[in-house]
T-cell receptor
Framework: KAGVTQTPRYLIKTRGQQVTLSCSPISGHRSVSWYQQTPGQGLQFLFEYFSETQRNKGNFPGRFSGRQFSNSRSEMNVSTLELGDSALYLC????????????FGQGTRLTVV | AQSVTQLDSQVPVFEEAPVELRCNYSSSVSVYLFWYVQYPNQGLQLLLKYLSGSTLVKGINGFEAEFNKSQTSFHLRKPSVHISDTAEYFCAVSEGSGTYKYIFGTGTRLKVLA
């Protein structure tokens, strides 16, 4: 069974640009969550999607957005990139039932220069 | 608001020695608790979880954790560590089933020495 796939693995962007990251969940999983990991702030929750609807949102500015498609694949977008957006972005998928866990992808490392 | 505290940022330990990684949480409601491990340049892998029932939870790779409601703790233990256990360990809390909004601790870097 394939795991959570995030593309691309590495990305370098310039300040002011925008970026789109992709996440393909495990087959059959309908919930996708996104996290930002930085050395200074650690792991912070960005948002959670289930059945194409955002169910939870973390404390991030509106430059961070996401969506989920009918096949459960998800994308997140960051507009007007800032140096501080450099981070490892992790996606996690789950069945969205009790007693299940979130399975994480390997992440996309975004560097803003 | 929920929060998770991992007091030790780094824990060095010799191979085959026991280890305990500490985690305390604060929440006004019932919580689900998790320990994840992260190897370099990798995502997070679940070690174990506490949802309900027995307060002693056994996970993969010989790890276990004990949920202590009165002390709001969920410490991770392993009786004998291996070099391959060198990694970063994260404690996380979630307030309810069906949501995967985790609040993570700042992580503990476990370094196993030969």
């Amino acid at each position: 069974k394939a795991g959570v796939t995030q593309t691309p693995r590495y990305l370098i962007k310039t300040r002011g640009q925008q970026v789109t990251l992709s996440c393909s969940p495990i087959s059959g999983h309908r919930s996708v969550s996104w996290y930002q990991q930085t050395p200074g702030q650690g792991l912070q929750f960005l948002f959670e999607y289930f059945s194409e609807t955002q169910r939870n949102k973390g404390n991030f500015p509106g430059r961070f957005s996401g969506r989920q498609f009918s096949n459960s694949r998800s994308e997140m977008n960051v507009s007007t990139l800032e140096l501080g957006d450099s981070a490892l972005y992790l996606c996690a998928s789950s069945l969205r039932q009790s007693n299940t866990e979130a399975f994480f992808g390997q992440g996309t490392r975004l560097t803003v220069v | 608001a929920q929060s998770v505290t991992q007091l030790d940022s780094q824990v060095p330990v010799f191979e085959e020695a026991p280890v305990e990684l500490r985690c305390n949480y604060s929440s006004s409601v019932s919580v689900y608790l998790f320990w994840y491990v992260q190897y370099p340049n990798q995502g997070l892998q679940l070690l174990l979880k506490y949802l309900s029932g027995s307060t002693l939870v056994k996970g993969i790779n010989g790890f276990e954790a004990e949920f202590n409601k009165s002390q709001t703790s969920f410490h991770l233990r392993k009786p004998s560590v291996h070099i391959s256990d060198t990694a970063e360990y994260f404690c996380a809390v979630s307030e309810g089933s069906g949501t995967y909004k985790y609040i993570f601790g700042t992580g503990t870097r476990l370094k196993v020495l030969a």
